[in-house]
């Protein structure tokens, strides 16, 4: 049930991705996020040294969840990354198949590139039917998410009856917009909050909180999955 159904504001979830730092982790946490994201894809520039990991999960504050990002990694790969950061949720942004996203015993979101194609949600969800939700970006469909594209509102599943978050091209100065746009259950970031890939700028990671949260004061929110 969405929070706006029983009448109450409804609130963006908020995603920061990427992270690298302790530091970062602390201050995403102190700005209210709801998720952090520690990412092991091998091609990824914000991949996170695996003996880091336990430090990242150190300086989560409790109730946030820390999400473990994978693009076929193998499975290996994937367990090991588990043992190390104990994430609460994982994320997949590969050709990974719905057996093999669901094998670690942890809920899931998929990630998809829409970026120039037309994908329902019926066909979302028939693909990955045990997905907790998805994580719609701007890419081109099999392309590594983060390359900062942005998502056409057109390209968006009108019936995904599933909690999604908006990727591709988020910063402090259109989030707002995007959300006003297309009214997301949640916005996920990288590059809009970084100096470099994996080194975040606190006063960017500040705005793009105090931004998300204008938009939720907006009055006219449709109901939304969550």
């Not at 975040?200 to 006219?220: H, I, N, Q, S, T």
Request: a neutral charge.
């Amino acid at each position: 049930m969405s929070d706006t159904a029983c009448g109450v504001p409804f609130r963006t979830r908020i995603k920061f991705c990427g992270l690298t730092r302790p530091g970062d982790v602390r201050l995403a946490c102190e700005l209210g996020v709801d998720a952090v994201g520690v990412i092991f894809a091998t091609r990824s520039r914000r991949r996170v040294d695996p003996a880091m990991a336990p430090a990242m999960r150190a300086a989560l504050a409790p109730m946030v969840d820390l999400v473990a990002l994978f693009m076929d990694n193998d499975a290996a790969e994937v367990r090991a990354a588990i043992a190390q950061v104990r994430p609460t949720l994982l994320q997949f942004h590969g050709s990974e198949d719905d057996a093999f996203c669901r094998r670690f015993g942890l809920p899931y979101f998929k990630g998809v590139g829409l970026g120039g194609a037309a994908v329902g949600g019926a066909t979302l969800r028939a693909r990955w039917p045990h997905a907790a939700g998805f994580v719609l970006d701007g890419h081109a469909p099999g392309q590594p998410g983060g390359s900062g594209q942005r998502l056409d509102a057109a390209s968006v599943p009108a019936d995904l009856d599933r909690p999604w978050l908006l990727a591709g091209g988020l910063d402090p100065d259109n989030v707002a917009d995007a959300i006003r746009a297309v009214r997301p259950w949640g916005v996920d970031v990288a590059g809009g909050i970084e100096l470099a890939p994996g080194i975040k700028d606190g006063a960017r990671m500040r705005r793009f909180v105090e931004a998300v949260r204008a938009a939720d004061l907006d009055g006219d929110s449709p109901a939304r999955i969550g």
